[in-house]
């Protein structure tokens, strides 16, 4: 039996710590944008934003790097 899918550049791993930080992000968030204005919900949303945006630039590598290796095999 094969694969449901071959991940030679660990994308699935990128993408489920990616919806892990947005999950992380919308409680901080919620708790900034609630009455009691958490101001330091609103500095770790931040941090979490930046870890976002270095994560989706190399998921984006990774996913061009996997188009390349599959575009390469055929």
């Given at each position: ?16 710590k990616?919806?892990?930080l ?53």
């Amino acid at each position: 039996m094969q694969p449901l899918f071959y991940d030679e550049f660990n994308i699935d791993e990128q993408f489920q710590k990616m919806k892990k930080l947005v999950a992380a992000l919308e409680k901080d968030v919620y708790k900034f944008i609630s009455p009691t204005k958490n101001k330091q919900a609103a500095i770790r949303a931040r941090k979490k934003l930046g870890e976002m945006k270095e994560l989706s630039a190399e998921l984006r590598k990774s996913i061009s790097k996997q188009r390349q290796h599959n575009d390469s095999e055929y």
